[in-house]
């Protein structure tokens, strides 16, 4: 349920943004997360229909775009995809592996009126 | 209208983790963030931690449990400082309530301070507070299965402690299985088997957080 508190995070930061720019109303917000977050959309999404009523982005629409994860071997240099449990590099079989995606939280953009 | 702002999400949470982090490193305090689920043993290996430390260092810990005052009590009762904060629902510590938190301290006379954040395996992994070190304790009942299911805090813990090893034999917890797959996932991480209510196992992981401490101090 950590999601309750990502989602105030990205409320405050949308409020914030269109309060700047002078908007009356967010019809939608675009993040992107990582799944090696373990975030999860339909908590995400439930904290969203919590949070909003209320506020400027009440009924605008939160729209998430997952990454996946991405990571770098530190011995031979390839870069592949992987899941969240498995980070070993599939040409050397080492799994001392920098991550370079996959972690992400970010709020991309707004849309307002 | 359409407008960018690739900003993190947390950021609120991590500006005033930083300002934490500042003020630990200006007073020359290590702080430790421990996670695990309830009942893994958190604040029996707090106690363990400052029997064995508490004669080189003076300590503090910050209890973060959704409701009651249990834990800080059972630490203050050893004559430690103590903080209890109740996030009243909420499944893991933000930064600002470790700055509130904090207040109530007395950093110049202090080196090492013990946040025992609220028991759970997923949600304080994305909030950090300003710590130097997030740790984290599985304990033997909880079973070897556990990081296949949490990978996420064991990626991002420095340091994993086995509690309640002495009961691995009647409990069917394949330790060689439970090695292979952390290492996978966190190489870098030391491991320490520790029974923390016997004391047994505290020798390794109180050297390893006695150098973090005197590398903190020492670059204050």
Same mark, same amino acid.
């Given at each position: ?36 977050? =373990? ?58 592996? =920098? ?15 | ?31 430790l ?16 931690t ?40 909420? *499944?893991?510590? =933000? ?20 946040? =025992? ?5 997923? *949600? ?9 070190a997030?740790v ?22 420095e340091a994993?402690i ?27 991480a030391p491991m320490f ?9 505290v020798d390794a992981w109180a050297e390893w957080l006695t150098a973090r401490i005197e ?6």
């Open positions: 349920m950590h999601e309750m508190g990502i989602v105030s995070g990205i409320l405050s930061s949308a409020v914030d943004a269109a309060e700047k720019e002078g908007a009356s109303k967010i019809n939608d917000v675009r993040v992107s997360i990582g799944v090696l977050t =373990e975030i999860q959309d339909f908590a995400l999404q439930f904290a969203w229909e919590a949070l909003t009523p209320g506020t400027m982005a009440e009924g605008g629409e939160l729209v998430v775009t997952y990454i996946s994860p991405v990571s770098k071997c530190s011995q031979c240099g390839t870069e592949f995809e992987h899941d969240r449990f498995e980070i070993v590099c599939p040409d050397c079989g080492n799994f001392v592996c =920098e991550q370079l995606k996959g972690r992400e939280l970010t709020i991309d953009s707004i849309d307002i009126d | 209208m359409e407008i960018d702002i690739k900003k993190p999400i947390l950021d609120r949470n991590e500006r005033l983790a930083q300002d934490n982090r500042k003020l630990f490193d200006e007073k020359g305090v290590f702080v963030d421990l996670m695990a689920s309830p009942g893994a043993g958190k604040t029996s290996t707090i106690l363990a400052i029997a064995a430390l508490r004669d080189r260092y003076n300590i503090a810990v910050i209890e973060g449990d959704i409701a009651s005052k249990v834990d800080a009590e059972k630490i203050s009762a050893h004559g430690i400082p103590a903080v209890q904060i109740n996030t009243g629902g909420a *499944c893991h510590l =933000e930064s600002d309530m470790i700055q509130r938190a904090i207040e109530a301290l007395d950093l110049d006379e202090l080196d090492l301070v013990i946040i =025992e954040n609220v028991g759970n395996l997923v *949600c304080p992994t994305e909030f950090y507070l300003g710590e130097h997030k984290m304790i599985l304990s033997v009942p909880e079973g070897h299965d556990k990081p296949y299911k949490y990978p996420n805090i064991f990626q991002i813990a994993v086995l509690n309640k090893y002495d009961t691995l034999s009647v409990f069917d917890f394949d330790e060689a299985e439970f090695r292979a797959v952390v290492t996978s996932l966190n190489h870098a088997p520790m029974s923390a209510t016997k004391g047994e196992g590398a903190v101090k020492s670059s204050s």
